[in-house]
């Protein structure tokens, strides 16, 4: 090869080495850039997903308050209940303020101090998901006529509460 071959072909070379780390640079610049555009659909949906899981959990205090002040004022159920339903209630309010990595560590870190709390509140959390799937794809569930009171009327809150939360549910019946 002679001198300017060389030149050239040096040149062509240096060329495609600066047009490919060129694109490696703009492939890179759009990778990154869709990550991000990822990340921020991630969090805004994961954000979603907390407010509805707090919004669930509200809701559910809110009928155990009903419930606790239809039983008897003082009665042990009624302070149970009563107690359940606040610390549910604190528990949405933790869960509407905080944010998705520091729940993630507090999951964590109760896992690895409290392994028997943490199994008992995933197994729960899997009940209640299960059961909120389920009521979600069959309507509200009062429809059914259970929990219903004589006469047609609504059903009371701890109607509602017992007849859902209780999987064998029977009808009492009294005899004549």
């Known amino acids: 090869m002679t001198d300017d071959t060389m030149a050239e072909a040096s040149a062509a070379l240096k060329e495609a080495g600066s047009t490919v780390g060129s694109i490696a640079s703009d492939i890179k610049h759009a990778a990154a850039q869709k990550l991000g555009e990822a990340m921020t659909e991630v969090r805004a949906k994961a954000d979603d997903a907390k407010s509805g899981v707090a919004d669930e959990v509200q809701g559910?205090?809110?009928?155990l308050r009903r419930a606790a002040e239809e039983l008897r004022g003082g009665s042990a159920q009624e302070r149970t209940i009563g107690t359940?339903?606040?610390t549910l209630a604190d528990v949405s309010d933790?869960?509407?303020d905080k944010d998705l990595g520091e729940m993630v560590q507090m999951v964590k870190r109760v896992a690895r101090e409290n392994p028997m709390l943490f199994l008992g509140g995933a197994a729960l959390v899997g009940f209640a998901a299960s059961r909120y799937a389920k009521a979600s794809s069959s309507g509200s569930g009062m429809g059914s006529g259970k929990g219903?009171?004589?006469g047609g009327a609504q059903p009371s809150p701890v109607d509602v509460f017992v007849d859902e939360g209780n999987?064998?549910?029977q009808?009492?019946?009294t005899s004549p």
Do not use: E, G, K
Request: glycine share 0%.
């Open 167 to 169: 999987p064998v549910v």
């Open 94 to 96: 933790q869960i509407r």
């Open 84 to 86: 359940i339903a606040s």
């Open 171 to 173: 009808p009492v019946t």
């Open 148 to 150: 219903m009171s004589s």
């Open 60 to 63: 559910v205090a809110m009928a």
